[in-house]
């Protein structure tokens, strides 16, 4: 094994970026802006750098054959220099997109999609549905009473676990056959929202229920949160869209990986702590 088979990984603190680091099985660096609080496995190798600050990268980058990357801005603003960067020391990259990148590059993930095909790496693109893990949105609600108020009970999705996501980034980072390769990335299984919070209740062992919140009264809460409103009206209107339109399911984890992507009934299960009142609960 030589210098060259690190992998550095971008967003190694967060949901998915922990799992490829705990998945793969080759020296890996994470990039980190506070490496004292990165919290990540003995053996990993944590190092400081911000993705705002491009020339801060080198350091992470030296002696790196391929890079996990994810782009946490809403905006391609910025992202050229980062690609840049990690084009003029590492071979490849594995890119955690969205199935919005499909449209073109008018979308962030397009956009970032966009400017890793000109830079002359080697890519591959997981362009994923809906996270799971978005469903921890509820966990407040769900420890205060067990009731999930929000819009569009019947919205049908597609969500996948974060686990699984994590599972075709190292399949890409480490094996062969996936340069150039635009992998959607669904769940199994399209569930809506009030099954979604039945199966919360049951991995935490006691009833949730789905109360249906009016869409007016959801889209101020979300405003007087900080949302932006442009993307409240979006989202909003997609999730109206998938009462009648459910997501579509590919098959494409269990085609890259082996096996079958997770159930929503196994990530509740798998954050089942996340719900409850308390840990021992």
């Known amino acids: 094994m030589t210098k060259r088979d690190t992998i550095l990984v971008v967003g190694a603190t967060g949901n998915v970026g922990r799992h490829v680091v705990s998945q793969l099985r080759v020296p890996v660096r994470a990039l980190a802006r506070d ?23 080198a350091a992470a980058l030296t002696g790196v054959g391929a890079v996990f990357l994810l782009w946490p801005s809403y905006s391609v603003e910025g992202a050229a220099p980062v690609v840049d960067a990690i084009a003029a ?17 008018d979308s962030v993930w397009g956009g970032v999609e966009q400017l ?15 996270f799971a893990t978005n469903t921890l949105g509820w966990a407040e609600q769900i420890r205060a009473g067990g009731v999930v108020r929000a819009p569009f009970a019947d919205a049908a999705r597609s969500l996948i676990h974060e686990a699984d996501i994590a599972a075709v980034a190292v399949a890409a980072l480490t094996g ?15 569930v809506t929202q009030a099954e979604q919070a039945r199966l919360i209740g049951e991995a935490i062992g006691r009833p949730v229920r789905f109360a249906e919140q009016p869409v007016a009264e959801a889209r101020a809460e979300m405003l007087a ?15 109206a869209r998938l009462v009648h339109e459910p997501e579509s399911v590919t098959n494409t984890v ?28």
């Open 225 to 239: 949160g900080g949302a932006d409103p442009v993307f409240v009206d979006q989202a909003l209107s997609y999730w």
């Open 254 to 281: 269990a085609e890259v990986t082996g096996r079958p992507a997770r159930t929503f009934r196994q990530w509740a299960r798998d954050h089942a702590a996340d719900f409850r009142t308390s840990p021992d609960h």
């Open 116 to 130: 890793i095909e000109r830079s002359g790496l080697g890519w591959t693109f997981l362009r994923c549905g809906g």
């Open 89 to 105: 020391h590492a071979s490849r990259v594995v890119y955690l997109s969205a199935r919005q990148a499909a449209e073109g590059p």
């Open 176 to 190: 062969d056959g996936h340069d150039k390769q635009a992998y959607e990335l669904t769940g199994p299984e399209v």
């Open 35 to 57: 490496p004292a609080a990165a919290r990540l496995p003995a053996g990993v190798e944590v190092v400081r750098g911000d993705l705002t600050d491009p020339d801060s990268l």
